[in-house]
């Protein structure tokens, strides 16, 4: 998969969802959903061309490649497991979780991604003895768990990563 900066992301995301309403993508659409500048536009337009991600010509509109459409589908892929994790397992609210997932969309690398789509499948799915992690944790957070309510968990957890007898507490 090509590299691309989370703003030039934004900018395929941006001619796909105008693709998807119009069927092409105008610099001054672009521009007014993005809030941005047209010649901001033209200029993002240029450079997802030289990738291949984008067929573009001056005054002309965007169009996604086989390749840009391929880079959009990870992009979203990334984006539906993070608002999933944050909002299905974290129960986060759903403003929360959607502007935390599109931050971060930008920067989940692969591996990262693949261990995360692992957990939920792991903690989504019956365990033995009919246990669901995402639903267990649900009702952690709501209720706590034997008298302890989620804050003294964390309380708890971020005085262990303290410790400095702890080889993992090291700088990174």
Same mark, same amino acid.
């Given at each position: 998969m090509i590299? $691309?900066?989370p703003t030039l992301e934004n900018y395929l995301k941006g001619v796909h969802r105008l693709e998807g309403r119009d069927r092409y993508a105008r610099v001054r659409d672009?521009?007014?959903?993005?809030?941005?500048?047209?010649?901001?536009?033209?200029?993002?337009?240029?450079?997802l061309a030289e990738k291949g991600l984008v067929d573009y010509r001056p005054y002309e509109p965007a169009r996604l490649t086989a390749a840009g459409r391929a880079h959009v589908r990870q992009i979203m892929l990334r984006y539906r497991v993070l608002i999933t994790f944050f909002g299905d397992v974290l129960g986060?609210?759903?403003?929360?979780?959607?502007a935390?997932?599109?931050?971060?969309?930008?920067?989940?690398?692969?591996?990262? $991604?693949?261990?995360?789509?692992?957990?939920?499948a792991f903690a989504g799915c019956r365990r033995k003895g009919g246990v669901d992690l995402s639903r267990r944790f649900r009702a952690f957070i709501a209720d706590g768990e034997e008298q302890r309510v989620c804050d003294a968990c964390v309380q708890e957890y971020l005085q262990d990563l303290e410790d400095p007898a702890d080889p993992r507490t090291g700088s990174g």
């Open positions: 590299d $691309l900066s672009l521009a007014r959903d993005l809030r941005v500048a047209k010649p901001a536009v033209t200029v993002a337009l240029r450079r986060l609210d759903e403003k929360v979780a959607d935390t997932a599109c931050a971060m969309e930008h920067s989940l690398d692969p591996p990262a $991604l693949e261990r995360l789509i692992c957990f939920l």
